[in-house]
């Protein structure tokens, strides 16, 4: 049972996390349903985050399956903090976004 632990672990990381594909699978077969589980959960964390979504546009999906490749998902509210963490450090996060996350002085 161990050595099927273990593959199913591998195949999980290379299906959410760009890890080593276990032998015997079909690399295409797999890069195809992690690409799906990449476009479903950028549409979560686009719910998450209606105005940066239509502000990016089209850029949404690339700018975050780029983010997402190799990092697995925790949840989808870690996954939209991040997100737009990482859309402010490259400088990709639309200014109405900016304002809305900019850590309020009290």
Do not use: C, N
Request: charged fraction near 25%.
């Amino acid at each position: 049972m161990t050595g099927l632990v273990a593959r199913q672990a591998a195949l999980v990381r290379a299906l959410v996390a760009a890890g080593e594909l276990p032998e015997g699978f079909d690399r295409h077969a797999i890069d195809t349903a992690s690409k799906a589980l990449i476009r479903k959960r950028s549409g979560e964390v686009g719910g998450h985050l209606p105005h940066v979504r239509a502000a990016l546009g089209d850029r949404f999906f690339a700018l975050f399956a780029a983010w997402a490749e190799g990092r697995p998902k925790v949840s989808t509210h870690a996954d939209a903090a991040a997100f737009t963490a990482y859309l402010e450090s490259i400088s990709e996060l639309p200014e109405r976004s900016r304002r809305l996350f900019r850590p309020r002085r009290i």
